[in-house]
């Protein structure tokens, strides 16, 4: 996750028989020539006429028995483009007056188990199915859907179609966890990490990539504290070369009910490596996720590696989703994305000089050189332009409806080449504009860090146990504001919104609420659930320097 200086050729590329020593497929040493990286990912083609991108998705993966008594459903979008996005096909559109709509089938080996109209342009439809007739298996059901259009005055019918998958698993063995996505959101659905009975419920993962040699693995009762400080999740960083140790930590995790996120970073790529330990450790209650490439791209791993290591994954387990983080901003994304469920940006631009390398003396560019944040400019909105390109590319590949996205702040510095590490209100700015970018989950790099970046992600945690209700809610409407240097994510669901605002810059700032449509009423029953330097009075919020606030408002 983090280089530094001395770390000339990481062990991943030593490993792996990497020649050169490149970052994000770039050279960085003095002695070495400017040579394009290649890479970049294809902006689309315009198109002169319109273009229909069908794009369907189950609501839940996976699917199990227990889900039979109730309607399941498949979700569809229907976007209109001029751009020639991955499934885009022409459709002939009525020049004035009302468009119409689709009518989408949904069918599983030739039969029909979903239809219903679609409007044009129209973002997660749900249309409902029964699994009553299918019967579990462990290999996803290959589905079709197909869409008929017949503009208004037309005689001519068009026809789309797309293809998905269907997770429909059989149930676990008695004690393994079932971590389910909800597609409507990206959400992670679980029940409790101890393994007892309970429902279901949303998971907003926040924790850090933390030490296991030498910190967990030799104190367990700092899994008490974590869980105590409330955070929901610990990443281990491997080796787990003791794997005594590692089974003593897992127990301990599952005693006090926090989850696991499974790190094989340096294994991702051994077959027996992997089938190893994902046998070893996917029956614990506490597994949320497993997680397999560690910045692939910037160690330039074979642009298959991580497709082949989810493929793997799933023919082991099905039951849990894969992640990854990425590190470049434009080095073969699609293809190191396709081998996820989440995808992870960790965009350190906290201490860096971002034209100039300190620890290798060259200049940074989009073709050169590496300053520990890739084509950053060393402020906040590296992380916001990160998390929105990821967004537009998820997109334009047709994975929308697919795979969510988290964000990796930075929780370390004083080295390499971060000169300082982040206060506690930089954390929760730089995790607060991952989320209201569409973060889902926040992980940080790493533990232990400061007692500053500790109570402040702490009192993020506990915030989202009650932010989560609105921002992994199916229902909410979501509306993003910048205005100064504040970005502000707002989350209706019913009479109530969720305004989480953050300040970008170095001194006081003021956001009204009256410049967002519905607010002003809402805003005179307020109730803050994070203060990180932010106040409400009346219908302006005051954010300190990096200052940050969540507040909810309305009945």
Not at 132 to 150: N, R
Not at 314 to 335: A, R
Request: hydrophobic share 40%; glycine share 8%.
């Amino acid at each position: 996750m983090i280089r530094f200086a001395a770390a000339t050729l990481t062990l991943a590329a030593l490993v792996q028989g990497i020649a050169a020593d490149t970052w994000c497929g770039k050279n960085y040493m003095a002695s070495d020539p400017i040579v394009p990286p290649g890479g970049q990912f294809p902006i689309p083609a315009t198109s002169s006429k319109p273009l229909l991108a069908l794009r369907c998705a189950p609501v839940i993966k996976p699917y199990l028995p227990e889900d039979a008594s109730t309607l399941a459903g498949f979700l569809v979008d229907t976007p209109v483009t001029f751009s020639e996005i991955q499934g885009a096909a022409p459709i002939d559109l009525p020049e004035h007056g009302i468009l119409g709509e689709l009518s989408v089938t949904i069918t599983v080996d030739g039969h029909t188990i979903a239809k219903g109209p679609v409007a044009l342009n129209a973002s997660k439809v749900e249309l409902p199915f029964s699994l009553g007739s299918l019967k579990p298996q462990s290999k996803p059901f290959d589905v079709k859907c197909a869409a008929t259009y017949l503009a208004p005055g037309s005689k001519k019918a068009q026809t789309f179609t797309a293809s998905t998958s269907l997770s429909y698993l059989p149930d676990p063995p008695d004690g393994r966890s079932v971590t389910k996505m909800d597609l409507r959101t990206g959400a992670l659905l679980a029940k409790p990490a101890t393994g007892k009975d309970g429902a279901y419920e949303t998971v907003f993962p926040v924790g850090f990539y933390t030490n296991f040699g030498g910190y967990l693995a030799s104190n367990l009762s700092l899994i008490d504290e974590i869980k105590a400080q409330g955070f929901t999740v610990i990443h281990p960083i491997p080796t787990f070369d003791n794997l005594t140790a590692l089974e003593l930590v897992i127990e301990r995790m599952e005693q006090v009910g926090i989850y696991l996120m499974y790190d094989m970073r340096w294994t991702y790529m051994n077959s027996t490596a992997v089938t190893e330990e994902v046998n070893r450790v996917k029956n614990s209650p506490a597994l949320l996720l497993w997680y397999t490439g560690d910045e692939p791209d910037g160690t330039s791993d074979p642009l298959n590696a991580t497709s082949t290591a989810y493929d793997l994954i799933y023919s082991l387990d099905g039951y849990h989703p894969v992640s990854l983080v990425l590190n470049c901003e434009n080095y073969f994304w699609t293809d190191y994305t396709a081998g996820t469920d989440i995808v992870m940006q960790d965009t350190y631009m906290v201490g860096i000089n971002a034209t100039w390398s300190t620890v290798w003396g060259t200049p940074c560019t989009p073709e050169y050189g590496d300053c520990g944040c890739d084509n950053c400019k060393g402020e906040f909105e590296d992380i916001s332009t990160r998390m929105d390109e990821f967004a537009q590319r998820r997109f334009i590949d047709g994975w929308e409806l697919t795979k969510a996205m988290w964000t990796v702040p930075q929780g370390f510095g004083g080295d390499s080449y971060w000169d300082r590490e982040p206060t506690g209100k930089e954390f929760v700015v730089q995790s607060v504009l991952g989320i209201n970018h569409g973060a889902l989950g926040v992980v940080s790099w790493n533990a232990p860090t400061t007692d500053d970046i500790t109570a402040s992600a702490a009192a993020l945690s506990k915030s989202l146990t009650v932010m989560k209700d609105f921002i992994l809610n199916p229902q909410a409407t979501f509306e993003h504001v910048v205005s100064d240097r504040v970005d502000v994510g707002l989350w209706t669901v019913g009479g109530r919104t969720l305004v989480l605002a953050t300040n970008l810059n170095y001194a006081t700032a003021h956001f009204d609420l009256r410049s967002v449509n519905g607010l002003a009423l809402k805003a005179l029953l307020s109730k803050q659930v994070l203060d990180s330097g932010a106040k409400l009075s009346g219908h302006v919020i005051t954010l300190d320097s990096v200052g940050t606030g969540g507040f909810i408002l309305g009945l």
